[in-house]
């Protein structure tokens, strides 16, 4: 990952106390833009911060015998408010919990022959 933007806990999902991941299928290209980003799963409120999120992302493009390949990704992006809904210690915006990211299928043959990433977890 060269670049990631934290997604923002939306304000109406904090007030409604909602949690949970938001799954994500895109597409990283050759250049490591994402695109064809799609819902695969998760809350519509969060969904929508963690799109406006990984469309500005910018990957380190995955390699196939040492040249950049297109590839397939499903990001997880796990929202979870603290555990106490009424510290205010900070007026700062809640950003998410855990950010998890796996890979899989290039898109060239649907192999998965590529350099395939590991899995991350970044703590909020």
Do not use: C
């Not at 999120?53 to 408010?81: C, D, H, S």
């Not at 915006?93 to 043959?109: F, H, N, T």
Request: no cysteine; charged share 25%.
């Amino acid at each position: 990952m060269q670049h990631r933007v934290l997604p923002e806990y939306p304000a109406q999902a904090r007030s409604l106390r909602l949690e949970g991941p938001v799954v994500l299928e895109a597409m990283v290209m050759e250049d490591g833009s994402v695109h064809d980003i799609k819902l695969v799963s998760g809350h519509p409120t969060l969904a929508r911060a963690a799109l406006d999120a990984v469309r500005q992302w910018r990957y380190q493009p995955y390699r196939l015998n040492g040249k950049p390949v297109a590839m397939r990704t499903e990001i997880r992006v796990t929202f979870k408010l603290p555990k106490y809904p009424d510290d205010r210690r900070s007026a700062r915006p809640i950003p998410y919990a855990q950010l998890r990211i796996s890979s899989g299928r290039p898109k060239s043959d649907g192999t998965g022959a590529g350099q395939r990433p590991r899995s991350q977890k970044v703590a909020g």
